[in-house]
């Protein structure tokens, strides 16, 4: 395959940035699009010019640090999938495909692709800890969980912190995530002592940190590629209500 990259290019948060024309040749169907990237910039240093800057660890679709707006979807176009997922047989040879980063007042870029999403990580912090005892694995079924709450849990528990929401939303918003990490904790046991505080907190600091607000265009579940659906926003809404009136 053929295809033709237009990549955005930032040295930094106060660099302009650019969107850069690029030819890659010869590109397996097989391969990844982190893997295509990877060609691209093992001939940009063979040609003594300054590689293209992205985030990659796992590279199998479980740690979330990759991520771009690839043809204008986060992720790209394929539902449900990372973008060190996406294969190089869902483009046409010859395609014109455009790269570029998550785009967010919070999310900073740091230089081309990356991103600075450290807001996630203090969400999580104002979050807190969850205060039950420490000690051996309690037995099996000791505290029963109803399977509805235990497979909502879990679904939402699933979200890897990537920030495909906040790029997808219109309005900047890390409702999605913040309403996965607090349900996936609300729906347990163990998560009840800190519940209403938990969400009280973690909704404030996402306001701090400069996030928009969510008003349900359902931008963020459709490229989530976890699918945290978006009654997730709605416990999360409701934890949060709850918790001002207690």
């Not at 850069?20 to 982190?34: A, G, H, N, Q």
């Not at 919070?106 to 969400?123: G, N, T, Y």
């Not at 309403?179 to 729906?187: C, E, F, Y």
Request: aromatic share 6%; with cysteine.
């Amino acid at each position: 395959m053929n295809l033709t990259l237009k990549v955005w290019r930032q040295n930094g948060p106060s660099d302009k940035g650019r969107m850069v024309t690029y030819r890659v040749e010869d590109v397996s169907p097989d391969m990844s699009f982190l893997e295509m990237l990877d060609v691209l910039n093992e001939r940009l240093i063979l040609e003594g010019d300054d590689p293209v800057a992205f985030d990659h660890d796992c590279r199998e679709g479980i740690c979330g640090m990759c991520g771009m707006v690839i043809n204008g979807v986060a992720h790209g176009e394929q539902r449900a999938t990372t973008t060190c997922q996406l294969h190089m047989r869902h483009f046409e040879d010859g395609a014109t495909v455009t790269i570029e980063p998550w785009r967010a007042a919070p999310f900073p870029v740091v230089k081309d692709l990356v991103v600075d999403r450290s807001a996630f990580d203090r969400i999580i912090q104002a979050g807190g800890f969850v205060s039950v005892p420490a000690g051996s694995a309690p037995d099996a079924h000791a505290v029963p969980v109803p399977k509805e709450d235990a497979d909502a849990a879990f679904d939402a528990a699933t979200c890897i912190g990537c920030g495909a929401c906040v790029a997808a939303c219109p309005n900047g918003s890390a409702s999605l995530f913040a309403a996965a990490k607090i349900t996936h904790l609300g729906l347990l046991p163990q998560g009840q002592p800190e519940r209403d505080s938990r969400a009280r907190a973690m909704v404030e600091q996402m306001d701090a940190e400069g996030f928009g607000g969510c008003t349900n265009t359902g931008e963020c579940t459709a490229v989530c590629p976890k699918g945290i659906p978006l009654d997730a926003i709605a416990r999360m809404n409701a934890d949060y209500l709850r918790s001002a009136t207690r």
